[in-house]
């Protein structure tokens, strides 16, 4: 498994690319960027200014790697930290398991 230091770093670059995602269950899409070292959340249904933070990227990357390989894209195994749907795009798109 990755360390949870260069996943942050993969992440702040996939912000910086301009390419937009999709959230794991593709209920919205969002457009990322990097700002002052987070990653500012740009998503049509957002309303108000959205950020993953290095701190909630870690809590969430430390559930993850707890969870079964089947249970790791599952939001609802994630209560620590709002951007949860966002953070798992990135994961996904990072580790492809």
Same mark, same amino acid.
């Given at each position: 498994?990755?360390?949870?230091?260069?996943?942050?770093?993969?992440? %702040?670059?996939?912000?910086?690319?301009? %390419?937009?995602?999709?959230?794991?269950?593709?209920?919205?899409?969002?457009?990322?960027?990097?700002?002052?070292?987070?990653?500012?959340?740009?998503?049509?249904?957002?309303?108000?200014?959205?950020?993953?933070? %290095?701190?909630?990227?870690?809590?969430? *990357?430390?559930?993850?790697?707890?969870? %079964?390989?089947?249970?790791? *894209?599952?939001?609802?195994? *994630?209560?620590?930290?709002?951007?949860?749907? *966002?953070?798992?795009?990135?994961?996904?798109?990072?580790?492809?398991?």
């Amino acid at each position: 498994m990755m360390e949870f230091e260069e996943l942050w770093v993969q992440m %702040k670059d996939m912000a910086n690319s301009g %390419k937009e995602f999709s959230t794991i269950g593709r209920r919205t899409s969002f457009r990322p960027r990097l700002i002052a070292g987070e990653i500012e959340i740009n998503s049509t249904k957002a309303k108000s200014r959205q950020m993953i933070t %290095k701190d909630s990227a870690r809590e969430n *990357y430390k559930i993850f790697i707890k969870l %079964k390989q089947e249970d790791r *894209y599952n939001t609802s195994n *994630y209560t620590q930290t709002w951007d949860k749907v *966002y953070v798992l795009r990135f994961f996904k798109e990072i580790l492809m398991e």
